[in-house]
């Protein structure tokens, strides 16, 4: 699927960068189940493809630095082959040089001893920073992820609160429109009513009106009858 495609590409991305090249510095990050988790709250795929992608990047380059000032272990072997060498020359030294000197030799040992301590220390102070920017740039980035998530929580909520208002802003009208067409109807049974009742009137009227010509034409005519 789409998904495990795009999670393999960052994994394969991860094996070729160049902590990966560095020897035995590796990185072990699930980064399909980081997608997974972040899927789980509200994010879409591309959305947590791209958070995942951005945290493998930090890493990459938080380590990528910590370990630029770090000595490998075949360095740290040479040194220690270098001092170990030094030391066996100074001893031979030490054993040809008068007692005078050999006071002189052991100052500078000394000396030499205190510089690698001072440089031991230094890089110790040194990869203890790098560690806490990483935790302190982690930590920044999880709380942008939070105030992401915060956010889109937000924006949905609005979504679905003018959707609901869309909703009962539509009920009010259709029921507005219902009340306005059952008040005209009721109008215009009233209208249908009037006129009937007028066209009864009207008609009782008329009838009336030909009893009342008949009845004359009758009376006329009973008249001239007898008359004659």
Known sequence: SELSTSVKT??????KSDIAKSGNRKLYFDTHAVVQLLEDSAFTTQQAEVIVKMMVNI?????????????TKTQQEIMLQKVMSHIAAVKKDMIILEKSEFSTLLAENEKIKAELLQLKTQLVDVMNKKRADTILDLSIEKSRVKEM?????????????ELMEMHSEQDRHVTQTNMKIDTEVAGLKTMLEAHKLDSIKY????????LTVVLGFYRIWIESYFAW
């Open 10 to 15: 960052l994994q394969y991305d991860q094996t």
């Open 203 to 210: 008609l009782a009227g008329s009838i009336f009106t030909c």
């Open 149 to 161: 998530s915060a956010e889109y929580e937000r924006k949905l909520l609005e979504t679905k609160n």
């Open 59 to 71: 890493t990459h380059s938080n380590m990528d630095v910590m370990y630029s000032d770090m000595a």
